[in-house]
């Protein structure tokens, strides 16, 4: 650093001697004189700020800083805040989206319809011809010319299947297939209704979470209320005490009600799949009601055309069927032909035809053919199993649907605002000295205990709709 300004005192030197400056009255005069004195200013002042700067460093905390210089500096920030994952906020079509794309259950279950699909490959191909190679006519004992005693036979065979097998057997494939997709489609079928429940229960944690935060910030309220009354000496230290005292039980139930939304919602981020890290979501919708009015007849028609369950039975005895097609063929022998030449190096060479087939005399395929047979009537009875499943379970779920209405019918009757109306006159009361705290306590506890049962019957109605839904395979709600 000193190099640098003594060169740079040498530049300005040189530029004194060379720079003509002029006076007040215009007339040229040298600076040489004043070139050391202002040399010596410079110097002084370089000097003064190169050793006073890191003892102000030391002693000063940096001032903010303004214009560019602090744009600048915020951008390191900046950056590393959009780097943080932002709350995605998703209703219940934007949960079954991300669900039909990212849960691994699914990734899974697909897999087997793509193994399904490599054994369509695998039916289409044919046998695979046989080259043969032999030497005949060796002698054991290695004396004369060997290679003209000897006879080198070429051969080449190819299997025909007969009895329609391979056309069989790419329709057994084909049968496979559709089976596996039915029953792709149940456990889908299943899967979605299950992330709709823990939707549900996301929003239910979540409405009684915020029930929570308000009884309290009204018990709060009330609380400081009853210390300015304590204070003014109108009312005794009993009260406020109680007040305290109950003061726990309702941290205690935001407490639960945090927790009980935090697990729900960490439970629906894992069934959405994805990368866990990366699926920060909140819930954007609440637990409402929707009246709906069902017909048995038609909610069994539609399950019983619309069950992915039943479907896959059906599918499982056409693939039975397609079995025992191919195993009735398996029976027929497949013939084989052959052709060769058998060649003597010096003498004559020779053609060969051969044809093969195999007799059927004691292996006929009987263990397949009944192994087949078996399968078909044991998919006809899951069938018939299964039909009387899905009447059950639309039968039961109508049920209950009907009953959990009721449920939420009895709260829409005016109950919800007559327990509002009894808090506000109590607190209202409470203030002008007409009432007590314990009757404000228990207006307080009626409200949150009511609010509770009716999102909990609310839940439950969402719930037995859902039912419901898994029962028809169709989607109810409008």
């Given at each position: 650093m000193y190099q640098l300004i003594n060169n740079y005192l040498r530049r300005f030197s040189k530029r004194?001697?060379?720079?003509?400056?002029?006076?007040?009255?215009?007339?040229?005069?040298?600076?040489r004189r004043q070139?050391?004195?202002?040399?010596?200013?410079?110097?002084?002042?370089?000097?003064?700020?190169?050793?006073?700067?890191?003892?102000?460093?030391?002693?000063?905390?940096?001032e903010p800083l303004k214009g560019i210089?602090?744009?600048?500096?915020?951008?390191?920030?900046?950056?590393?805040?959009t780097l943080s994952p932002a709350k995605r906020s998703i209703t219940i079509s934007d949960a079954v989206s991300i669900f039909l794309q990212q849960n691994l259950q699914l990734v899974a279950a697909r897999y087997d319809i793509d193994t399904v699909d490599a054994e369509k490959l695998t039916a289409r191909l044919r046998p695979n011809?046989?080259?043969?190679?032999?030497?005949?006519?060796?002698?054991?004992?290695?004396?004369?010319?060997?290679?003209k005693e000897q006879t080198f036979s070429w051969g080449i065979t190819e299997t025909f299947e007969l009895g329609g097998k391979r056309r069989k057997r790419i329709n057994a494939a084909n049968a496979n297939s559709d089976l596996a997709r039915g029953q792709f489609q149940a456990v889908l079928w299943q899967l979605t209704n299950?992330?709709?429940?823990?939707?549900?229960?996301?929003?239910?944690?979540?409405?009684l979470l915020d029930l929570a935060k308000e009884n309290q910030k009204t018990f709060a309220e009330t609380v400081k209320h009853t210390t300015e009354l304590v204070q003014l000496g109108e009312i005794s230290g009993l009260d406020l005490?109680?007040?305290?005292?109950?003061?726990?039980?309702?941290?205690?139930?935001?407490?639960?009600?945090?927790?009980?939304?935090?697990?729900?919602?960490?439970?629906?981020r894992v069934t959405l799949g994805g990368d866990y890290r990366a699926m920060d979501i909140e819930i954007a919708g609440k637990l409402d009601y929707q009246p709906y009015q069902f017909s048995l007849a038609e909610l069994r028609d539609e399950a019983l055309a619309a069950r992915p369950d039943l479907k896959a039975a059906q599918l499982s005895e056409r693939a039975a069927d397609a079995s025992i097609r191919l195993q009735d063929a398996q029976r027929i022998p497949d013939l084989s032909l052959g052709g060769g030449i058998d060649q003597v190096p010096q003498g004559t060479s020779t053609y060969t035809f051969g044809v093969a087939v195999v007799l059927p005399v004691f292996d006929r395929n009987q263990g397949e053919r009944a192994k087949a047979l078996i399968e078909r009537k044991k998919a006809q009875n899951q069938q018939q199993?299964?039909?009387n499943q899905v009447l059950g379970d639309v039968d039961k779920a109508l049920v209950a649907f009907e009953i959990q209405t009721k449920r939420v019918e009895l709260y829409r009757t005016?109950?919800?605002?007559?327990?509002?109306?009894?808090?506000?006159?109590?607190?209202?009361?409470?203030?002008a000295g007409e009432s007590s705290t314990i009757d404000l306590l228990d207006a307080i506890r009626t409200r949150r205990e009511t609010l509770a049962n009716y999102y909990q019957a609310l839940f439950d109605y969402q719930m037995s709709l859902l039912d419901l839904e898994l029962a028809t395979a169709t989607l109810l709600q409008k």
């Open positions: 004194c001697d060379s720079v003509v400056c002029q006076g007040p009255c215009g007339l040229p005069r040298y600076c070139k050391n004195r202002r040399a010596s200013y410079l110097a002084s002042v370089l000097l003064f700020i190169l050793t006073s700067h890191p003892v102000l460093a030391q002693e000063k905390s940096p210089n602090a744009n600048i500096a915020v951008i390191p920030r900046t950056h590393e805040q011809p046989q080259f043969s190679f032999a030497s005949a006519d060796l002698p054991l004992g290695f004396t004369g010319n060997v290679l299950d992330l709709k429940r823990k939707f549900y229960a996301v929003l239910l944690a979540e409405s005490q109680r007040l305290e005292v109950e003061k726990l039980k309702f941290d205690t139930d935001l407490a639960n009600s945090e927790r009980d939304y935090e697990v729900a919602l960490r439970d629906l199993l299964i039909t005016g109950v919800l605002t007559k327990v509002d109306n009894i808090q506000n006159l109590t607190e209202f009361a409470l203030k």
